[in-house]
């Protein structure tokens, strides 16, 4: 089946710099992508759509200036998390359909942050 | 936002057993599915079924959706200490058309051997 990669799986980082987590399609090309996060004991929430070649949609709520999301090419999107605190600590996880979006999706391991 | 809401929220069954879980969402959808979380780990695609259909049926699996009430409910056969996980349903809204899925609360499942 379809494969979705993200590196690194996990991360640990001190306050205040940038992290930056990949998200790649290992054999299907991907126009869009998505990010979620999820703390510990909840539920996935979607943060954005990455769309390859053109802006990320940010759901309410998420600063699109924090978490930078480049989608340069139909396998790979990126999500950085700038200025990192604690708070952002958390398990990333990305997605991206096969076959449109009438169908499944395949998730990516995920990456842990740790903000110290 | 998270549409969905699923209960139980935990499960705890013997082994042979069979868990039910339920979901209820809130807006007219395309399809839901079901994904499996191992703590700490990805999710696996467990199931989709799709709004015209009612029942889907995949090896212990068995999943109903009746979308007049708007609610799904996964069924694991003859349960497993392998199938001790979270689950979560997922749907996208049919207005939007993005494929950006909704996740429900879940629900931890926990097979005693």
């Known amino acids: 089946g379809a494969v979705v990669s993200q590196h690194p799986s996990w991360v640990i980082c001190k306050s205040g710099t940038s992290v930056k987590i990949e998200c790649r399609s290992l054999?299907?090309?991907?126009?869009?992508m998505f990010w979620y996060r999820q703390f510990p004991k909840q539920s996935l929430m979607l943060m954005a759509t990455?769309?390859?070649?053109?802006?990320?949609?940010?759901e309410q709520g998420v600063e699109k200036d924090k978490f930078l999301i480049n989608h340069a090419s139909l396998t790979l999107s990126t999500l950085t998390v700038t200025s990192a605190h604690p708070e952002d600590s958390s398990f990333y996880i990305c997605s991206a359909p096969t076959w449109g979006f009438q169908e499944t999706q395949y998730f990516g391991p995920g990456t842990r942050l740790l903000v110290l | 936002s998270q549409q969905g809401e699923e209960d139980p929220q935990a499960l705890s069954i013997q082994e042979g057993e069979n868990a039910t879980m339920n979901c209820s969402y809130k807006?007219?959808?395309?399809?839901l599915q079901w994904y499996r979380q191992n703590s700490g780990r990805g999710l696996v695609h467990l199931i989709l079924?799709?709004?015209?259909?009612r029942e889907k049926h995949s090896g212990r699996l068995r999943v109903t959706l009746d979308t007049s009430k708007k609610s799904s409910s996964l069924l694991i056969t003859a349960s497993r200490a392998a199938d001790t996980a979270s689950y979560f349903c997922?749907?996208?809204?049919?207005?939007?058309?993005?494929?950006?899925?909704?996740f429900g609360q879940g629900t931890t499942l926990q097979v005693k051997p």
């Open positions: 990455s769309n390859e070649g053109s802006k990320a949609t940010y």
């Open positions: 079924i799709r709004s015209n259909e």
């Open positions: 807006t007219s959808i395309n399809n």
């Open positions: 997922a749907t996208d809204e049919r207005s939007s058309n993005t494929g950006k899925l909704i």
């Open positions: 054999d299907f090309q991907a126009t869009t």
